[in-house]
T-cell receptor, first 114, second 114 residues
Framework: DTGVSQNPRHKITKRGQNVTFRCDPI?????LYWYRQTLGQGPEFLTY????????KSRLLSDRFSAERPKGSFSTLEIQRTEQGDSAMYLC????????????FGQGTRLTVV | AQSVSQHNHHVILSEAASLELGCNYS??????LFWYVQYPGQHLQLLLK??????LVKGIKGFEAEFIKSKFSFNLRKPSVQWSDTAEYFC????????????FGTGTLLAVQP
């Protein structure tokens, strides 16, 4: 499968624990995006990378959240000291720029904080 | 604020009925417009997109959408739905800028009854 891959697909964690998610984009895609989706809502933008540079972060991304893309390939999203309000689907998407090309989405990581 | 409105949260149709899902955006400048679909258990997939040119856009699976600039609208249509069209549909907009981040509507859950 040459699409966007996200791991794990599901994560259940206790409040206060740290979690890390991984996203492997389509190999030739230089842009990588993270979104969060809660029940009954559309995906909300969190952050994006152009190669290894993180170029924009949403105000939704509190200081407990950090994202990296160290070699411009895969990316990780870490949430420290998880809270119940962090429970959501975390989506990764990638695209090839420049040009207004299509963003391809992964299947997401569903986080449940108990 | 930049936002996207989808007027119908739940739509139930019988097979062969016509479909129109509303989408309005809030910004008067340059926009790129998208409709994404999420089938049960699957990732978000692009149905169609509008960047410029003919405001009537044809997408996959018989879907089309019309960009009406004066109404800030990008409604999705299909003349005859099938049971396999049961899914959640998201309108999304890229407002003018370099990030190409998508702003999503809240989604419309379509159920097609056989």
């Amino acid at each position: 499968d040459t699409g966007v891959s996200q791991n794990p697909r599901h994560k259940i964690t206790k409040r206060g624990q740290n979690v890390t998610f991984r996203c492997d984009p389509i190999s030739e895609h230089n842009r990588l995006y993270w979104y969060r989706q809660t029940l009954g809502q559309g995906p909300e933008f969190l952050t994006y990378f152009q190669n290894e540079a993180q170029l924009e972060k949403s105000r939704l991304l509190s200081d407990r959240f950090s994202a990296e893309r160290p070699k411009g390939s895969f990316s990780t999203l870490e949430i420290q000291r998880t809270e119940q309000g962090d429970s959501a689907m975390y989506l990764c998407a990638s695209s090839r720029e420049p040009g207004n090309t299509e963003a391809f989405f992964g299947q997401g990581t569903r986080l449940t904080v108990v | 604020a930049q936002s996207v409105s989808q007027h119908n949260h739940h739509v139930i149709l019988s097979e062969a009925a016509s479909l129109e899902l509303g989408c309005n955006y809030s910004y008067g400048g340059t926009v790129n417009l998208f409709w994404y679909v999420q089938y049960p258990g699957q990732h978000l997939q692009l149905l169609l997109k509008y960047f410029s040119g003919d405001p009537l856009v044809k997408g996959i699976k018989g879907f089309e959408a019309e960009f009406i600039k004066s109404k800030f609208s990008f409604n999705l249509r299909k003349p005859s739905v099938q049971w396999s069209d049961t899914a959640e549909y998201f309108c999304a907009v890229i407002y003018g800028g370099a990030t190409n981040k998508l702003i999503f509507g809240t989604g419309t859950l379509l159920a097609v009854q056989p």
